[in-house]
DNA sequence: CGTATTTGACCGGCGC
DNA sequence: GCGCCGGTCAAATACG
């Protein structure tokens, strides 16, 4: 993955969801795009778009059909520039991604020196090992992201995420998070960052699929088609609210106004936190975001 | 005390 | 070869 994204990083200033995709806020739901993408490979190209691998088929769209890459960035790129919002959670959008190869994992955990410089002498003894991941090629697992417009960054999805890592987004006052299932023997993964342009929407992109129905429930991995994941997340995807979900912001909040909302719309803070709930309550009885994408027969849970 | 998060360094790929 | 960058690791820390 790293390569993958490595090559890109040069047009990465361009990454700007903002710019790429489409959404409507108009009654706190949801132009539902599926992006489905080719490899990595494909993606030469500078937007998040190409990164994610937009492609989007016709008939998932939940009405609107994007099947035009210039439409789906034009419109994107009005409702981002209004900036007008609605609700906190109003716009699911997802994506499909599937990446050729990654070498994200090729160190998993190889070494004991790993990265902190603390370990005042970090033992050179990765050398060996780094040379034997090298000419290792590692199959990437599909990717699926989206767009959503959430006051919150981590969005509840039912199952449980531990984070790794954080890094700082070019041309962003927003960090990107890295989360890992906490299942171990679950390789998902999912990147989570708010756009730059517009602080009210949330990128989340999941990479590979869950191996287990929820928390405890290994099963050997399946591959679905991205098309049902697509539909599955535009169905359950629910960013958890902030009555639910406060997550600390590490980063500093200047375009607060997002997040933050007046006292009155109780109303409307109402009306998501229901759907917030039944998100919640989902996750409760072990469906899970991914709980439409895992297809019964194939859960162990 | 076990688990999750934070955080800075490290890694490998790519462009120059 | 060097620097940049996205992604990852893992010790330190925070949290329950």
Redesign the pocket.
């Known amino acids: 993955?790293?390569?993958a994204?490595?090559?890109k990083?040069?047009p990465?200033p361009e990454?700007t969801a903002e710019s790429s995709c489409q959404y409507s806020d108009h009654h706190n739901v949801v132009n539902h795009s599926f992006l489905f993408g080719s490899s990595d490979d494909d993606c030469k190209e500078s937007s998040i778009l190409n990164e994610f691998g937009w492609n989007i088929p016709a008939d998932i769209s939940g009405g609107d059909d994007f099947t035009d890459l210039d439409r789906i960035e034009s419109d994107y790129a009005s409702a981002a520039s209004s900036a007008h919002w609605s609700d906190d959670i109003s716009t699911v959008e997802p994506m499909v991604v599937s990446a050729s190869s990654?070498?994200?994992?090729?160190?998993?955990?190889?070494?004991?020196?790993?990265?902190?410089?603390?370990?005042a002498n970090?033992p050179p003894s990765?050398a060996a090992s780094?040379a034997k991941?090298?000419g290792e090629k590692r199959i990437r697992q599909p990717r699926f992201a989206f767009v959503t417009k959430s006051e919150v960054d981590h969005l509840e999805d039912g199952y449980?995420?531990?984070?790794?890592?954080?890094?700082?987004?070019?041309n962003s006052p927003f960090p990107?998070?890295?989360y890992?299932c906490?299942n171990s023997k679950c390789m998902v993964?999912k990147?989570v960052e708010r756009s730059s342009e517009d602080p009210s929407v949330v990128i989340t992109t999941y990479e590979g699929q869950h191996s287990h129905h929820s928390i405890g429930y290994p099963r050997s991995g399946l591959i679905i088609d991205p098309q049902d994941q697509a539909a599955a997340f535009s169905r359950r995807f629910t960013p958890l609210s902030s009555q639910f979900y406060q997550p600390?912001f590490?980063y500093p909040q200047q375009n607060s106004r997002y997040i933050t909302r007046p006292p009155n719309n109780q109303g409307k803070v109402e009306d998501q936190s229901h759907v917030v709930q039944e998100a919640n309550s989902r996750a409760s009885v072990g469906e899970g975001l991914l709980g439409d994408i895992v297809p019964p027969g194939m859960r162990n849970g």
């Open positions: 993955m790293i390569s994204m490595a090559g990083q040069k990465d990454f990654s070498s994200e994992d090729r160190r998993e955990k190889s070494t004991a020196s790993g990265g902190s410089s603390a370990t970090p990765d780094k991941k090298k449980r995420w531990r984070k790794y890592g954080q890094k700082a987004v070019k990107r998070s890295y890992r906490t993964k990147r600390r590490p």
